[in-house]
C-alpha cells in the first residue's frame, strides 16, 4: 500500500480545523496536522499578495488522493487552493498499519 502526506494550505486556522474535522471524519486521511500560522506571499491575477494562513498537513493512502482533493475544494473558501502530495517512503510499522486502518472504508 503507498502512502501519502498531502499539504494543504487554509485560509486561517477555523477553516482548517473544519477542513481537517471533514476529512478525518470521512476517513479521507487518518490525521490532519494544521500548523502554526504561515505568511504566504505569491501572485495572484498578476498581483503580489501576502496573505496569514493555516497550513494542514493529512496523512492518507495515495489511492484517496483524487476523492480528497475533491472534497477539500468543495470546503474551501478560495478558488484554487494549494492541495499537493508526496510519497512517505518510509515509516514505523505500526504507525503505517494504524495509517491504513484509519483511511479504510467504514462499511
Not at 498581483?47 to 475533491?70: C, H
Not at 470546503?75 to 518510509?90: F, R
Not at 505500526?94 to 491504513?100: A, H, I, N, V
Request: glycine share 4%; charged share 20%.
Amino acid at each position: 500500500m503507498n502512502f501519502i502526506s498531502v499539504y494543504i494550505v487554509a485560509a486561517n486556522a477555523e477553516e482548517a480545523e473544519a477542513i481537517a474535522e471533514v476529512l478525518v471524519g470521512e476517513r479521507l486521511a487518518a490525521c490532519v496536522n494544521i500548523l502554526g500560522p504561515v505568511r504566504s506571499v505569491y501572485r495572484w491575477q498578476g498581483a503580489l499578495e501576502r496573505a496569514d494562513e493555516a497550513a494542514m498537513i493529512a496523512k492518507t493512502r495515495e489511492s484517496l488522493f483524487e476523492t480528497l482533493a475533491a472534497r477539500v475544494k468543495e470546503l474551501h473558501s478560495y478558488d484554487v487552493p494549494a492541495i499537493v502530495a508526496w510519497p512517505i517512503v518510509a515509516g514505523d510499522a505500526p504507525y503505517l498499519d494504524w495509517l491504513e486502518a484509519e483511511t479504510g472504508l467504514a462499511f
